[in-house]
């Protein structure tokens, strides 16, 4: 019986897991596309993109994961131009 729950546990509990590890992988990818990109002439579109990505760290600081990756990954849509 123990050894169930522990498998019903880890089953509930991994991918709640692997779901939050994305936000600092993407907050990175977002990080490392502004640092490439020209700041003069793309600046307007590095501003919102930093405004995004301030407020998917926020989320993903509070808990919620989902909505900082939404947030994370509008950023790098903004940015991949």
Do not use: W, Y
């Not at 990080?31 to 003069?40: C, G, H, S």
């Amino acid at each position: 019986m123990k050894k169930l729950l522990s498998i019903t546990f880890m089953i509930l509990l991994l991918p709640s897991m692997a779901f939050a590890g994305a936000c600092p992988m993407l907050k990175s990818e977002v990080e490392d596309k502004i640092a490439t990109l020209d700041q003069t002439k793309h600046a307007t579109l590095i501003s919102f993109a930093l405004m995004l990505h301030e407020q998917g760290v926020k989320a993903h600081d509070s808990g919620d994961h989902g909505m900082s990756e939404d947030l994370l990954n509008g950023a790098l849509r903004l940015l991949d131009v």
